[in-house]
């Protein structure tokens, strides 16, 4: 359940390992919702009624994939605009939007 004056949202990734070794992620640390006033918004841990959650790690096998959803918690009025996800939970210099 969301806190007062919150909202729940949800984001369905796919995650594919396209290199030749085995991959591990933490697709929650690295996911971030932005609204249309610059706040930034991380994930939350909650299960989502939609389907399967992406999970908090992933070992994904060179050409494996895991598709899922990442769940946030925004405030009620915020005017989501982005979705931005950056692999190594995070601390990759580069972040896909």
């Known amino acids: 359940m969301p806190q007062p004056g919150q909202r729940l949202a949800a984001a369905q990734i796919t995650l594919k390992n396209t290199g030749t070794v085995a991959h591990d992620e933490s697709p929650s640390n690295g996911a971030h ?16 009624a939609l389907g399967p959650s992406v999970g908090s790690s992933a070992t994904l096998a060179p050409g494996s994939s895991r598709k899922g959803y990442l769940l946030f918690s925004v405030t009620k009025k915020a005017k989501l605009a982005k979705f931005q996800f950056a692999h190594d939970s995070g601390f990759r210099p580069q972040a896909g939007e």
């Not at 919702?33 to 989502?48: A, K, N």
Request: glycine share 6%; proline share 0%; charged share 30%.
């Open 33 to 48: 919702l932005g609204d249309t006033q610059d706040q930034h918004y991380d994930s939350d841990l909650s299960e989502v």
